[in-house]
């Protein structure tokens, strides 16, 4: 069975850019998370999707960022613009009930 | 406010038994977690207790007082690959609050 899957694993963009990340969770994990780690600093969280609403999305930065899971199924979040505070590695993580699984990450640099 | 302590590091000896305490203060409980994450990779799923008491998985147990705010993850026969950082995770109702982790360095 594949795991949680992130694409890109490493992204560099200069400040004012956007980012697009996706996360394809487990089949059939209604839930699904988005978290950041900065670095030295503990794994956050971002939101939550259950399908394709949005449970929880308390822990969004701000509205630079933009989630999306449409149809319920893969997850997107986007940075735009970027800005040098948003640098960090990103996890996904999806799950049943309550063991979640995590993706790999996705390191993003801000220049 | 939401917070969860644990220590920084942790040293400890091959084949010995060590304790990671973290205790929490949270404005909703439904659960607490543990993960393990090696340096550069995902956290992945060690224990979970909801109800007080002690859960054992192997060589991993983890006890929950929801009075006291408390618990612990025990390792016992520790192995070098256990070395990583463990982190202690409370769930809210639909979100999960984490610790900074703890660094645990098993020496030969």
């Known amino acids: 069975e594949a795991g949680v899957t992130q694409f890109p694993s490493h992204s560099v963009i200069e400040k004012g850019q956007t980012v697009t990340l996706r996360c394809d969770p487990i089949s059939g994990h209604d839930n699904l998370y988005w978290y950041r780690r900065v670095m030295g600093k503990e794994i956050k969280f971002l939101l939550h999707f259950v399908k394709e609403s949005k449970q929880d999305e308390s822990g969004m930065p701000n509205n630079r960022f933009l989630a999306e899971r449409t149809g319920g199924t893969y997850s997107t979040l986007k940075v735009q613009p970027a800005e040098l505070e948003d640098s960090g590695v990103y996890f996904c993580a999806s799950s049943q009930v309550n063991e979640q699984f995590f993706g790999p990450g996705t390191r993003l640099t801000v220049l | ?108």
Not at chain 2, 41 to 53: H, I, K, M, R
Not at chain 2, 73 to 93: F, G, I, N, P, R
């Open chain 2, 1 to 108: 406010g939401q917070n969860i302590d644990q220590p920084t590091e942790m040293t400890a000896t091959e084949g010995a038994i060590v304790q990671i305490n973290c205790t929490y203060q949270t404005s909703g409980f439904n659960g607490l977690f543990w993960y393990q994450q090696h340096a550069g990779e995902a956290p992945t799923f060690l224990s979970y207790n909801v109800l007080d008491g002690l859960e054992e998985k192997g060589r991993f147990s983890s006890f929950l007082s929801r009075s006291k705010g408390y618990s612990y993850l025990l390792l016992k026969e520790l192995q070098m690959k256990d070395s990583a950082s463990y982190l202690c995770a409370v769930k809210q109702t639909y979100k999960y609050i984490f610790g900074t982790g703890t660094r645990l360095k098993v020496l030969a």
